[in-house]
């Protein structure tokens, strides 16, 4: 029988360094920060983490402007730090997967400092000439707001940026780009590492000919001419193909935040990354029973043979207690929340602080520190949910001896992992248990999915897998919900029986 991929139904873990634990008292967390807390991460049960940019970069926006691919950022530590942490994770079984940005570098460098002087990289970015008018060369929008082209003096021509201006888009319709861009991912797995969560995978590939974007019915910026391109399956393959030169158990995932409908396309069994996910659970304020089926029934379902990941909370978009529930969102919605993302169809992204049922943080507006106040549908900053980790009730909840980069939040208190971890009851022990079942079921691990109509604010589904099959309900709502196949099944774990306001029932059919 052949084995499949580690990936498959496994749990990855997102470590935000920054903010995960600070080792020197810098205010920063760091790469032996986390480190120091592999055997927290090992006791959860999860397959893998996967770190935020690791290299040097101004930080105009945190990490994703990178302005050296080969070294390590000096507010992280240094290459040994690193070295060392990678060598502790596999130790632990804990495999470790990068953030790699490569469809952008910061304007810092060299590469583009090089191209705006038309020396050997001249064209490894996706320069133009302003329109016969003035202006632009076309109608392309930021995703962080205004022209995402930026007037060069020095080389007279425009430069396109899909983000913040001092993030210059790659060409990787450039050979020697591209060539450029796979060699650092030769780099890193030459160091051991085991895959990448590739960031912006949807905009490698871009319109030679720049033509126009067309506006939708909303009045938002339709992005197939700057991204999602058809041409982008034939790079993103070539990205897969290098990174399984490394072995067949590296694994590269591809983050699309735009047109959701196509990120199954750009992910197969057989072509383009290993693995794709995208925003609509992200970005959703209103998860309910009809939307999570949709999403699945019609999203992932246009492209049934490729294998989803699935995130309801990231660095990016506000935590999902927060996002579903409000400010005052019970602690039963984060555990509801935990156990339908912990039994969907796909590898699971698990959020730092997720497993803790951490709501939002509201920062006050003298400490907010994001370059960004709205990216497309996230209208808020990203602050509040990149705030410290809340590890004890000690200075800055644990995080640090020094001055924290963001204020740890005060409604993290009362869930600091110490709190929580010798409470039976707590978010924490549901999921360790929740982690831990999935990895013995191989129905919740690799199964198929079917929904089950189910009434009011229930979803139902089973999960399959040669012949063994897993019930899954939960009510959504924080109502007592309609008494739907209640006893149905081995119950495996149930939070208010199944049908209590936020309740879930898993049981062995």
């Known amino acids: 029988m052949t084995q499949l991929p580690w990936w498959r139904g496994a749990v990855v873990y997102q470590v935000y360094i920054r903010s995960f634990f600070d080792s020197d008292g810098d205010g920063q967390g760091d790469l032996p920060g986390v480190e120091a807390k592999l055997d927290y991460i090992k006791s959860l049960g999860v397959d893998a983490i996967w770190l935020s940019p690791i290299h040097p970069s101004p930080n105009l926006d945190w990490g994703y402007d990178i302005a050296d691919y080969d070294g390590v950022q000096h507010d992280y530590g240094a290459r040994a730090d690193f070295e060392f942490l990678l060598n502790a994770a596999h130790?632990?079984?804990?495999?470790?997967?990068?953030?790699?940005?490569?469809?952008?570098?910061?304007?810092?460098?060299?590469?583009?400092?090089?191209?705006?002087?038309?020396?050997?990289?001249?064209?490894?970015?996706?320069?133009?000439?302003?329109?016969?008018?003035?202006?632009?060369?076309?109608?392309?929008?930021?995703?962080?707001?205004?022209?995402?082209?930026?007037?060069?003096?020095?080389?007279?021509?425009?430069?396109h940026h899909k983000f913040m201006p001092q993030q210059p888009k790659l060409n990787?319709?450039?050979?020697?780009?591209?060539?450029?861009?796979?060699g650092v991912l030769d780099h890193w797995l030459g160091e051991g590492?085991?895959?990448?969560?590739?960031?912006?995978?949807g905009a490698l590939a871009h319109d030679p000919a720049l033509a126009d974007n067309e506006t939708a019915p909303d009045g938002t910026q339709i992005h197939r001419?700057?991204?999602?391109?058809?041409?982008?399956?034939?790079?993103l393959d070539e990205v897969r193909r290098r990174v399984e030169r490394h072995g067949s158990g590296r694994f590269v995932l591809g983050e699309f935040f735009e047109e959701p409908d196509l990120a199954g396309g750009f992910a197969a069994p057989d072509k383009g990354v290993h693995s794709a996910y995208t925003f609509p659970l992200l970005l959703s304020d209103a998860l309910g029973p009809a939307f999570v089926r949709d999403h699945?029934?019609?999203?992932?379902?246009?492209?049934?043979?490729?294998?989803?990941?699935?995130?309801?909370?990231?660095h990016d978009v506000k935590r999902a207690p927060t996002r579903f529930g409000g400010p005052d969102a019970p602690p039963a919605l984060a555990r509801m929340l935990l156990a339908l993302l912990l039994c969907l169809r796909g590898?699971?992204?698990?959020?730092?602080?997720?497993?803790?049922?951490?709501?939002?943080?509201?920062?006050?507006?003298?400490?907010?520190?994001?370059?960004?106040?709205?990216?497309?549908?996230?209208?808020?900053?990203?602050?509040?949910?990149?705030?410290p980790m809340p590890w004890d009730d000690g200075l800055n909840l644990?995080?640090?001896?020094?001055?924290?980069?963001?204020?740890?939040?005060?409604?993290?208190?009362?869930?600091?992992?110490?709190?929580?971890?010798?409470?039976?009851?707590?978010?924490?022990?549901l999921a360790r248990r929740l982690i831990a079942l999935r990895r013995i079921s191989t129905p919740l691990r690799l199964g198929a999915i079917r929904f089950i109509d189910a009434p009011g604010p229930v979803l139902m589904f089973e999960r399959e897998h040669l012949g063994e099959r897993v019930l899954c309900q939960f009510n959504m709502g924080p109502d007592v919900a309609p008494a739907f196949r209640p006893e149905e099944g081995v119950a495996l774990l149930e939070q208010a029986g199944g049908m209590g306001p936020y309740g879930f029932r898993i049981a062995r059919l």
Do not use: C
């Open 91 to 159: 130790h632990r079984g804990i495999r470790v997967l990068l953030d790699e940005v490569l469809a952008h570098t910061s304007d810092q460098h060299p590469w583009f400092a090089d191209s705006v002087a038309r020396g050997d990289s001249a064209d490894w970015y996706v320069w133009a000439d302003e329109a016969p008018g003035g202006g632009p060369p076309n109608n392309w929008l930021s995703s962080f707001g205004g022209p995402a082209w930026t007037w060069s003096e020095v080389r007279g021509q425009y430069y």
């Open 296 to 314: 699945f029934e019609g999203v992932l379902a246009a492209h049934p043979d490729h294998w989803p990941s699935v995130a309801f909370s990231n």
């Open 172 to 182: 990787w319709l450039n050979p020697d780009a591209r060539k450029a861009a796979l």
């Open 347 to 387: 590898t699971v992204l698990l959020y730092q602080g997720e497993e803790l049922g951490l709501p939002q943080a509201d920062v006050p507006a003298d400490k907010r520190r994001d370059p960004i106040r709205a990216v497309n549908r996230m209208d808020v900053g990203r602050d509040g949910a990149r705030t």
């Open 398 to 429: 644990g995080f640090s001896t020094g001055e924290p980069w963001l204020p740890p939040a005060p409604e993290h208190a009362d869930l600091t992992a110490y709190a929580q971890a010798g409470d039976p009851a707590s978010t924490l022990t």
């Open 193 to 201: 590492v085991d895959g990448f969560r590739l960031d912006v995978a």
């Open 225 to 235: 001419h700057d991204a999602n391109r058809p041409e982008n399956l034939a790079l």
